[in-house]
């Protein structure tokens, strides 16, 4: 049966850091696997609690008196050394709950204002090399775009794409999984795209 042994934090970082798991696999034989996660102790880690909880959100953001725009941002991924088009997202600070930082992570990384309609409960993103989760919040957006509120270590262009661009966006460019997943639903819906939330 698979398991983990044991556990040793191998860096000390603010918003990242690598774990060593002692593994046993199925066929019986063991070895160390690694783990980045944004949890700063052992005891915090998801493998431990099995609480999850949401590290981050990710905002899918309608925008448009007719809302039939999507809000993206391209942003300098340094793991690629390229950008990438992504929904925006960050990091739920201590003591908010997704709503709030879905609506200041909106704020800073578009300059657009921000209406939460609903949320998704974290899913986990990419479970084979982290233990990360991300709820997903849905709503609508207004005002105009602006990168004055961007922190000068972010490279992020807001784009507001309608169905035409996100095709492509989606043919043509490097994409984010779970924003690839979610402009596929934008582009099949007519009207309103987050009608599908009052199902």
């Given at each position: 049966?698979?398991?983990?042994?044991?556990?040793k934090?191998?860096?000390?970082?603010?918003?990242?850091?690598?774990?060593?798991?002692d593994?046993?696999?199925?066929?019986?034989s063991?070895?160390?696997?690694?783990?980045?996660?944004?949890?700063?102790?052992?005891?915090?880690?998801?493998?431990?609690?099995?609480?999850?909880?949401?590290?981050?959100?990710?905002?899918?953001?309608?925008?448009?008196?007719?809302?039939?725009?999507?809000?993206?941002?391209?942003?300098?991924?340094?793991?690629?050394?390229?950008?990438?088009?992504?929904?925006?997202?960050?990091?739920?600070?201590?003591?908010?709950?997704?709503?709030?930082?879905?609506?200041?992570?909106?704020?800073?990384?578009?300059?657009?204002?921000?209406?939460?309609?609903?949320?998704?409960?974290?899913?986990?993103?990419?479970?084979?090399?982290?233990?990360?989760?991300?709820?997903?919040?849905?709503?609508?957006?207004?005002?105009?775009p602006?990168?004055?509120?961007?922190?000068?270590?972010?490279?992020?262009?807001?784009?507001?794409?309608?169905?035409?661009?996100?095709?492509?966006?989606?043919?043509?460019?490097?994409?984010?999984?779970?924003?690839?997943?979610?402009?596929?639903?934008?582009?099949?819906?007519?009207?309103?795209?987050?009608?599908?939330?009052?199902?």
């Open positions: 049966m698979s398991r983990v042994n044991g556990i934090k191998l860096t000390d970082n603010r918003f990242l850091n690598l774990y060593e798991l593994a046993s696999f199925r066929d019986g063991s070895a160390p696997y690694y783990v980045a996660s944004r949890r700063r102790d052992v005891d915090q880690l998801k493998a431990v609690t099995h609480d999850n909880h949401a590290d981050g959100v990710i905002l899918y953001g309608v925008h448009g008196e007719n809302r039939d725009k999507v809000v993206l941002v391209r942003q300098f991924r340094y793991p690629v050394n390229g950008y990438v088009y992504e929904f925006p997202a960050g990091l739920v600070e201590p003591g908010e709950d997704m709503l709030e930082a879905g609506i200041r992570e909106m704020y800073e990384e578009t300059g657009l204002e921000f209406t939460p309609v609903s949320t998704a409960r974290p899913f986990f993103t990419t479970v084979g090399m982290t233990d990360e989760s991300c709820g997903t919040v849905f709503g609508y957006c207004s005002g105009v602006s990168n004055a509120h961007q922190e000068g270590t972010e490279d992020i262009q807001v784009v507001l794409a309608d169905r035409a661009e996100c095709r492509r966006i989606l043919k043509e460019e490097n994409v984010a999984i779970m924003c690839a997943y979610m402009l596929m639903h934008f582009i099949a819906t007519e009207g309103d795209p987050l009608t599908f939330l009052n199902a």
